[in-house]
């Protein structure tokens, strides 16, 4: 497609369990992003990748929280041991340049949800 | 540290114009962005300002930017229906992740 992608779009799971959310970007673009979208938080950012130089994790809330990017295109978030607090919506974005107009594009997200 | 401040809801009547205000920390900003986000869906770019404008219309948007109060606003002239969204203020200071800063989103509701 042309957008970007997310998988699943929606996810149940039982506190404890590991939960692997999938980003596809569009073709080309060297950029991309997690963001976090929790009911009234507005958008975390959690962490970016740009090219083959390393990942900002900055964003990272715990250890339980990792992310990968293989071959430069698709990205992994992965979190380990879900809580509670963690049901929110995964938004990846990507962008094929830095700086200038900085325009990212977004996709649907994965709806994540911690019984 | 940076922030960028928006209210959360913005009630207006159809045909009437909305006004969505931001307000940012960061006066290193170069661009600063309003996003759209519809129902379910992820967001979308609506409009950016370069940091050395002060105005930026397109169609029934227009973006006022004051540099010297750090103060952002979107006005969509005659709101309809299907203007209602999150819309969120966002800047880009050059930090990390290019450096891409966002508010929390208002909400416009649309009255008919």
């Known amino acids: 497609g042309a957008g970007v992608s997310q998988s699943p779009s929606n996810k149940v799971t039982e506190k404890g369990k590991d939960v692997e959310l999938r980003c596809d970007p569009i073709?080309?673009?060297?950029?991309l992003y997690w963001y976090r979208q929790s009911l009234g938080q507005g958008l975390e950012f959690l962490i970016y990748?740009?090219?083959?130089?390393?990942?900002?994790k900055s964003g990272l809330p715990s250890d339980r929280f990792s992310a990968e990017r293989t071959g430069g295109s698709v990205s992994t978030l992965t979190i380990q041991r879900t809580q509670q607090e963690d049901s929110a919506v995964y938004l990846c974005?990507?962008?094929?340049?830095?700086?200038?107009?900085?325009?990212?594009?977004f996709g649907e997200g994965s709806r994540l949800t911690v019984l | 540290g940076e922030d960028v401040e928006q209210s959360l809801f913005l009630s207006v009547r159809e045909g009437d114009s909305s006004v969505i205000n931001c307000t940012y920390t960061d006066s290193s900003s170069t661009y600063l962005y309003w996003y759209k986000q519809e129902p379910g869906a992820g967001l979308q770019l609506l409009t950016y300002?370069?940091?050395?404008?002060d105005m930026k219309q397109d169609q029934r948007l227009t973006v006022l930017l004051n540099k010297k109060d750090k103060h952002l606003s979107l006005r969509i002239a005659d709101t309809q229906t299907g203007d209602s969204a999150i819309y969120f203020c966002a800047e880009n200071s050059g930090g990390g992740a290019d450096g891409l800063t966002f508010g929390k989103g208002t909400h416009l509701i649309i009255q008919p």
């Open positions: 974005a990507s962008s094929f340049r830095t700086g200038a107009a900085g325009e990212l594009f």
């Open positions: 073709s080309g673009h060297t950029a």
């Open positions: 990748f740009q090219g083959n130089s390393a990942p900002d």
């Open positions: 300002i370069f940091s050395n404008m």
